[in-house]
C-alpha cells in the first residue's frame, strides 16, 4: 500500500466571534502562547502539511501545476483540517487571519469531548487575537477546532492558561484515516459550518481521523488528482463524486475504482451514488442525469464485486438522503446541518462494519 504522506501531528486554530464574542481587546494577559506549528497541537486532516507549513492546503504546492485550476482554488482551504490537544485550560485564544477573497462567512467550530461548544466567525485579513471560550472547568478535556470551510486561513499561535498542561489528543479507534473524495456534498457546501459536515460528523461519531477532499463541482475522478487521493494512507475511502462527475463516460470512475485498489489492497472502497434533489422533479434532463449517475456507478462497483473485489460497496445515496427528507436541503442541491447530520447517522453503520469496528 502506498503511503508516503501521513497525516502530521503539528497543529494550531483559527477563529474569531464566538457567538458574542470577539477580537481580544486585551484579555490575552495571563496566557502562555505556543506558536503555529507545533508538536504538541496535533493537526489532523491535512496530510501534506508537512510540505506546506505554514499553509493549511488540503493539496501539495508541488502539484498546483498537474490538477486542474478548479481543485487547487479550493484546495487551498483546509477543509476537515482539524487542530486538536488535550488540556485543563479554562480559556482558549488564538492569533489568525483569513487570506483576500472571502465571499461566505468563515467559522471555526469549537468540541470539548466531541461535544459542539461554540462556533467562531473569523474576520479580517490582518493576524487578530480572538477569545474561543472562557470559564470551563479545570479539567482535563479534549479539544477539538474544526478550520473552515471554503476559505483560506493562516493560524499564528494558540493561548491557554499559564499553568494548565498541554497533553496528546484522544487516539482514534483506527490509525489511518477515512479518506473522502468528491463533490460539494461531501465537501459541507451545504453545511453552515465545518463541524457539520458529514464526514465531519461520521468520524466524530465513530471516533475516526478523516481527511475531506471534496472539491465541489470539480470532483471528476481526473487521473492527477486520483493519483494525490491514492498517496494517502487510508483505512477507508468513501468517493461521493455526485453530479459533479458530470456528463464524463464511465472510463474515469472505472480507472479510479483500479488505481484505488491497487494502491489500496485491503481498504473498503465506498462508492456512493448521488443523493436527492429537489431539482429532479421538475427538471427532466437533470433528473435523467441523476439517474443516469447513479446507474454507472453502481454498475461500475459491483462489477468489481463481481471480478472478486468484496471490498468494494456499492452506497445508494437515496437511501442516505432520498426525497422524504428534500426539507433538510439547504438549496436544491445541498443538505442543510441537519442533512448532513442524517446523512452521518445513516451512513456510520456501514463504514463501521466495512472497518470491523
Not at 459542539?116 to 479545570?138: D, I, K, M, Q
Not at 477539538?144 to 496528546?168: F, K, M, S, W
Not at 486520483?226 to 487510508?234: F, G, I, K
Not at 464485486?305 to 442541491?333: K, Y
Request: with cysteine; net charge positive.
Amino acid at each position: 500500500m502506498k503511503s508516503p504522506v501521513r497525516a502530521w501531528t503539528f497543529g494550531l486554530a483559527v477563529l474569531a466571534w464566538l457567538f458574542g464574542g470577539g477580537p481580544a481587546n486585551g484579555a490575552s494577559t495571563g496566557l502562555r502562547w505556543i506558536t503555529f506549528p507545533d508538536p504538541a497541537l496535533a493537526l489532523s486532516g491535512l496530510p501534506w502539511f508537512s510540505v506546506n507549513a505554514p499553509e493549511l492546503w488540503r493539496f501539495p504546492l508541488g502539484a498546483k501545476d498537474r490538477i486542474p485550476s478548479a481543485v487547487w482554488t479550493r484546495a487551498v482551504a483546509p477543509d476537515g483540517g482539524r487542530i486538536r490537544f488535550s488540556s485543563t485550560t479554562t480559556r482558549l485564544m488564538l492569533r489568525v487571519q483569513t487570506m483576500p477573497k472571502q465571499i461566505r462567512p468563515c467559522f471555526i467550530d469549537v468540541y470539548i469531548d466531541n461535544v459542539f461548544a461554540g462556533s467562531a466567525r473569523v474576520l479580517g485579513t490582518r493576524p487578530t487575537e480572538f477569545e474561543l471560550f472562557a470559564g470551563r472547568e479545570r479539567a482535563m478535556k479534549n479539544i477539538t477546532l474544526y478550520l473552515p470551510n471554503n476559505h483560506e486561513v493562516r493560524v499564528h499561535a494558540v493561548g491557554l492558561d499559564v499553568e494548565a498542561p498541554l497533553q496528546p489528543p484522544s487516539a482514534f479507534a483506527v490509525k489511518a484515516p477515512v479518506v473522502c473524495y468528491g463533490s460539494s456534498v461531501l465537501q459541507g457546501t451545504g453545511a453552515a459550518h465545518p463541524g457539520q459536515t458529514y464526514p465531519a460528523a461520521l468520524a466524530r461519531a465513530l471516533q475516526l481521523d478523516f481527511v475531506n477532499l471534496g472539491f465541489g463541482g470539480a470532483g471528476k475522478a481526473e487521473a492527477a488528482v486520483v493519483e494525490l487521493v491514492n498517496q494517502l494512507d487510508a483505512s477507508c475511502f468513501i468517493l461521493d463524486l455526485g453530479k459533479s462527475y458530470g456528463d464524463q463516460d464511465r472510463e474515469a470512475y472505472v480507472r479510479m475504482l483500479a488505481a484505488l485498489r491497487a494502491g489500496h489492497p485491503r481498504a473498503p472502497i465506498l462508492c456512493v451514488t448521488p443523493i436527492y434533489s429537489s431539482k429532479e422533479p421538475n427538471e427532466p434532463p437533470y433528473r435523467e442525469k441523476s439517474e443516469r449517475l447513479r446507474a454507472m456507478m453502481r454498475e461500475a462497483a459491483l462489477a468489481r464485486r463481481q471480478a472478486g473485489d468484496a471490498l468494494t460497496l456499492v452506497v445508494e445515496g437515496l437511501e442516505l438522503f432520498g426525497p422524504g427528507d428534500a426539507a433538510l436541503l439547504h438549496d436544491p442541491q445541498h443538505p442543510n446541518d441537519e442533512g448532513n447530520a442524517l446523512i452521518a447517522r445513516r451512513l456510520a453503520p456501514v463504514v463501521r462494519r466495512a472497518l470491523g469496528l
